[in-house]
């Protein structure tokens, strides 16, 4: 029994319309996974993608690229899409690129993106996605740590290149761009080349991708993923999404990062869907790309929390949303607010899931949690994971509403979506792989019916006093407020407390910062929060660092409290709770 038959088990589960069968459907289809013998070989693009999809609907669409600026289209076929991939391929191998090579990827979400990406997974290469947003500093601490043997590149970023290969001393056997530049070969020239490639005989247990982690607590890791724990362990993602043969899947994602891969490439394509990129550039026109949702008729949707955030401030009631059947979110979870909103304007619930890069989707809300969604909550673990929690002696908490750090428990099987390792890193292996369990560096707790909640990263739980504070409730409670649109918490340095719960807050266009404003948050924090909880500074920020796939870099903002308090500098609109002698008696009545 191989692989093949797990993908066409899926597509069947996929469009059944009872919810209650296709829950238990799915359950059965992962524990027929988890529970059979992976085949020693295994190659996604020749098995899967070819072997089924093209073979059976070839003639079906599935790539449709739009630049929202132009309006150009390019649209894709399954058979044309492989044919595009195997030229890539064999232009790669005709200059000496082999398998196991690593193949460098610094382009924006354009078709070559999809035809590269395949590309590598049919020769066997490890792609190293990398965002077109990268400084010549940190090529050069991705090119040190891994040396690139190929690079794909488009015309701004291939000086940047240059510059880093040229200081470390870096050659690779092949630098291709899309245009034209000094040194580089056209990806003009891979139209040459013939349309049919043969598949390398890669093993399961192979190295196919090799992500640089986005950073949000600190120096960026390698993360190894193998010829089966991405292609394959994302039917989970496919499964939650809830794609289906035939759809047209939209992510709102750019590459360089996993989400790219997780809901651009390996979900829809799984499953016989349209994968559909909408590219916009350097910065997001929300109505343009709501207007591409809607002219197109997307069906399924996935997006960030920053752009959900974004959508908020439009007039949702001009998008004609009829063709969109799911909607879902991953990546930090959702306020309750933004959730309510979407399904007001677009009937479709706004469903959390939850995975990493070291993983693929864990925890969520699946097609069959319609109508049972809780806002706030992001789900219950998928059935390709075994989660728990573990608290901080690393014993398993088995009662409710336990604050514990996220694990995935080895002992019963292991999950194929997992990470192969941390490439050069023994240590931060031994870190997050103890007594049988892989710790995710992300703190949860669950309720009584079973449904989970996001507390934070490990890190970014704030310690004040005796008590544990997570940033997300206490973020939810400031974005409640009708002027806030965007909100970070993070623990500020205190002498007495150790730390102090600090909001950094962005306001809606056309709010101005000011003494009454921070009043009437405080006030409203005291309203909705138990007292420990209520932040203790705010200070109004124009915006939130993050990395590109849209998660806020707490950690930058942790380390400028930290280097603020050092030099007891003041932000010029941050305010002190206890500068309004106002809140002491609505202090009381919490």
Same mark, same amino acid.
């Given at each position: 029994?191989?692989?093949?038959?797990?993908?066409?088990?899926?597509?069947?589960?996929?469009?059944?319309?009872?919810? !209650?069968?296709?829950?238990?459907?799915?359950?059965?289809?992962?524990?027929?996974?988890?529970?059979? !013998?992976?085949?020693?070989?295994?190659?996604?693009?020749?098995? /899967?993608?070819?072997?089924?999809?093209?073979?059976?609907?070839?003639?079906?669409?599935?790539?449709?690229?739009?630049?929202?600026?132009?309006?150009?289209?390019?649209?894709?076929?399954?058979?044309?899409?492989?044919?595009?991939?195997?030229?890539?391929?064999?232009?790669?191998?005709?200059?000496?690129?082999?398998?196991?090579?690593?193949?460098?990827?610094?382009?924006?979400?354009?078709?070559?993106?999809?035809?590269?990406?395949?590309?590598? @997974?049919?020769?066997? #290469?490890?792609?190293?996605?990398?965002?077109?947003?990268?400084?010549?500093?940190?090529?050069?601490?991705?090119?040190?740590?891994?040396?690139? %043997?190929?690079?794909?590149?488009?015309?701004?970023?291939?000086? #940047?290149?240059?510059?880093?290969?040229?200081?470390?001393?870096?050659?690779?056997?092949?630098? /291709? @761009?899309?245009?034209?530049?000094?040194?580089?070969?056209?990806?003009?020239?891979?139209?040459?080349?013939?349309?049919?490639?043969?598949?390398?005989? $890669?093993?399961?247990?192979?190295?196919?991708?090799?992500?640089? $982690?986005? &950073?949000?607590?600190?120096?960026?890791?390698?993360?190894?993923?193998?010829?089966?724990?991405?292609?394959?362990?994302?039917?989970?993602?496919?499964?939650?999404?809830?794609?289906?043969?035939?759809?047209?899947?939209?992510?709102?994602? +750019?590459? &360089?990062?996993?989400?790219?891969?997780?809901?651009?490439?390996?979900?829809?394509?799984?499953?016989?869907?349209?994968?559909?990129?909408?590219?916009?550039?350097?910065?997001?026109? $929300?109505?343009?790309?709501?207007?591409?949702?809607?002219?197109?008729?997307?069906? $399924?949707?996935?997006?960030?929390?920053?752009?959900?955030?974004?959508?908020?401030?439009?007039?949702?009631?001009?998008?004609?949303?009829?063709?969109?059947? !799911?909607?879902?979110?991953?990546?930090?979870?959702?306020?309750?607010?933004?959730?309510?909103?979407?399904?007001?304007?677009?009937?479709?619930? /706004?469903?959390?899931?939850?995975? +990493?890069?070291?993983?693929?989707?864990?925890?969520?809300?699946?097609?069959?949690?319609?109508?049972?969604?809780?806002?706030?909550?992001?789900?219950?673990?998928?059935?390709?994971?075994?989660?728990?929690?573990?608290?901080?002696?690393?014993?398993?908490?088995? *009662?409710?509403?336990?604050?514990?750090? /996220?694990?995935?428990?080895?002992?019963?099987?292991?999950?194929?979506?997992?990470?192969?390792?941390?490439? &050069?890193?023994?240590?931060?292996?031994?870190?997050?792989?103890?007594?049988?369990?892989? =710790?995710?560096?992300?703190?949860?707790?669950?309720?009584?019916? &079973? =449904?989970?909640?996001?507390?934070?990263?490990?890190?970014?739980?704030?310690?004040?006093?005796? =008590?544990?504070?997570?940033?997300?409730?206490? !973020?939810?409670? #400031?974005?409640?407020?009708?002027?806030?649109?965007?909100?970070?918490?993070?623990?500020?340095?205190?002498?007495?407390?150790?730390?102090?719960?600090?909001?950094?807050?962005?306001?809606?266009?056309?709010?101005?910062?000011?003494?009454?404003?921070?009043?009437?948050?405080? +006030?409203?924090?005291?309203?909705?929060?138990?007292?420990?909880?209520?932040?203790?500074?705010?200070?109004? @920020?124009?915006?939130?660092?993050?990395?590109?796939?849209?998660?806020?870099?707490?950690?930058?903002?942790?380390?400028?409290? %930290?280097?603020?308090?050092?030099?007891?500098? *003041?932000?010029?609109?941050? =305010?002190?709770?206890?500068?309004?002698?106002?809140?002491?008696?609505?202090?009381?009545?919490?």
């Amino acid at each position: 029994m191989g692989l093949e038959s797990i993908y066409r088990d899926l597509m069947t589960v996929s469009v059944m319309a009872d919810d !209650e069968k296709k829950a238990a459907a799915s359950e059965a289809v992962f524990k027929k996974l988890n529970q059979m !013998e992976i085949p020693s070989r295994f190659n996604w693009a020749s098995e /899967i993608l070819e072997g089924i999809h093209v073979k059976e609907r070839g003639d079906h669409p599935a790539l449709l690229w739009v630049d929202l600026t132009t309006g150009l289209e390019r649209r894709f076929t399954y058979k044309e899409l492989a044919a595009e991939s195997n030229k890539c391929l064999n232009f790669l191998r005709a200059h000496g690129v082999a398998q196991g090579d690593s193949f460098y990827m610094m382009v924006p979400s354009v078709p070559e993106t999809w035809f590269s990406n395949i590309a590598t @997974v049919k020769g066997g #290469l490890v792609a190293v996605p990398t965002a077109d947003t990268m400084t010549v500093r940190e090529l050069e601490y991705r090119f040190e740590s891994y040396p690139p %043997q190929a690079i794909l590149a488009d015309v701004k970023s291939a000086n #940047l290149i240059d510059e880093a290969l040229k200081n470390i001393g870096a050659t690779p056997k092949v630098k /291709i @761009v899309l245009g034209e530049a000094q040194g580089w070969i056209s990806y003009s020239e891979v139209d040459k080349e013939k349309p049919t490639a043969e598949a390398a005989d $890669t093993k399961s247990s192979d190295i196919i991708l090799c992500f640089f $982690t986005s &950073g949000t607590t600190g120096l960026a890791k390698r993360v190894a993923h193998t010829a089966a724990s991405y292609p394959v362990g994302h039917l989970s993602t496919a499964n939650i999404i809830g794609v289906r043969p035939g759809d047209l899947h939209n992510n709102l994602s +750019q590459p &360089g990062w996993a989400k790219w891969a997780w809901s651009c490439l390996f979900a829809p394509l799984n499953l016989g869907a349209t994968s559909t990129g909408f590219y916009y550039g350097s910065r997001l026109d $929300t109505g343009k790309y709501l207007g591409a949702v809607s002219k197109y008729k997307v069906t $399924t949707f996935c997006a960030p929390p920053t752009a959900w955030r974004a959508f908020m401030l439009l007039d949702l009631e001009k998008f004609d949303f009829s063709a969109l059947r !799911e909607s879902v979110s991953a990546g930090e979870p959702l306020n309750p607010e933004i959730i309510q909103t979407w399904k007001k304007y677009t009937g479709t619930e /706004i469903r959390d899931f939850y995975g +990493q890069t070291e993983s693929t989707a864990m925890i969520g809300n699946p097609p069959w949690y319609k109508g049972k969604v809780v806002p706030g909550s992001f789900g219950r673990p998928h059935f390709l994971y075994d989660i728990g929690l573990a608290d901080d002696q690393g014993n398993e908490i088995t *009662k409710a509403d336990e604050v514990g750090h /996220i694990v995935v428990k080895l002992d019963k099987w292991r999950a194929l979506g997992l990470f192969d390792r941390y490439v &050069g890193d023994d240590e931060k292996m031994k870190s997050v792989f103890v007594n049988n369990w892989y =710790y995710t560096g992300d703190r949860a707790s669950f309720d009584e019916r &079973g =449904y989970w909640w996001f507390v934070g990263r490990a890190d970014d739980v704030i310690k004040s006093s005796d =008590y544990r504070v997570g940033p997300f409730e206490v !973020e939810s409670a #400031l974005v409640e407020h009708h002027t806030v649109v965007e909100a970070a918490v993070v623990g500020s340095p205190d002498p007495k407390r150790w730390q102090l719960v600090k909001g950094f807050v962005v306001l809606r266009p056309g709010t101005e910062p000011s003494r009454e404003l921070a009043l009437d948050i405080f +006030q409203h924090c005291i309203d909705v929060l138990a007292k420990f909880k209520i932040p203790r500074i705010l200070e109004f @920020v124009p915006e939130l660092p993050k990395t590109i796939s849209g998660k806020i870099r707490r950690v930058q903002l942790r380390a400028t409290e %930290q280097e603020k308090k050092e030099k007891q500098e *003041k932000g010029q609109y941050e =305010y002190f709770y206890q500068d309004f002698p106002e809140l002491s008696s609505s202090a009381k009545k919490n």
